[in-house]
């Protein structure tokens, strides 16, 4: 597996070997060994999720204050911009952000440890995400910093205005959240 550092500690960016021949592909898009290896990572994945979007979708920037969540993020089919966002007040890095493109061609993941804001824009017609998560959802406990934030400043390879959800649209300026001490 090679392994590439972002501007964001903790923040990696995984890309398993992809062993191809004529009859196809194979890959690992896990082993828990490998992955603490990589990572120092000694916990477990409790949950799996997916999503499906269409082009411009934009969810997040998506975090749990209690019981913060680690998140393993790949993508089945399409491309996405994946995003995470430091959201740890005591940290070198807060407010700032590190962004990759994943696709189901490039095999590449980014592991988001607990601390961090998550968000994603899809490039392509539809994308299938899925994320492993170091904690349960709590709905109760998710919060939400909105998108264009200057504070935070993402570029977002945006081709007109993205198609949020009413939360994400309504999320309060980095100044107004809650986030992590």
Do not use: C
């Not at 430091?86 to 070198?92: E, P, T, V």
């Not at 407010?95 to 824009?121: C, D, K, M, Y």
């Not at 993402?154 to 980095?174: C, Q, T, Y």
């Amino acid at each position: 597996m090679k392994i590439e550092t972002t501007a964001l500690d903790g923040v990696l960016v995984l890309e398993p070997e992809v062993f191809a021949d004529s009859r196809g592909a194979f890959f690992e898009s896990f082993n828990a060994t490998a992955f603490r290896q990589a990572t120092g990572f000694d916990g477990a994945f409790v949950q799996d999720n997916q999503s499906r979007s269409i082009r411009n979708v934009l969810r997040g920037i998506h975090y749990q204050l209690v019981r913060p969540q680690g998140k393993l993020v790949r993508v089945a089919s399409g491309r996405i911009f994946d995003v995470a966002v430091d959201l740890r007040r005591s940290s070198g890095t807060f407010a700032r952000w590190a962004g990759v493109e994943l696709s189901a061609e490039n095999t590449r993941q980014l592991w988001i440890p607990a601390g961090f804001g998550h968000a994603f824009l899809v490039l392509s017609d539809v994308a299938d995400v899925l994320y492993k998560t170091t904690e349960f959802w709590l709905g109760e406990h998710e919060r939400s910093i909105l998108w264009s934030d200057p504070a935070i400043g993402i570029g977002w390879p945006l081709w007109g205005a993205p198609v949020l959800s009413g939360k994400d649209a309504a999320a309060p300026m980095l100044a107004r959240a809650d986030v992590f001490d």
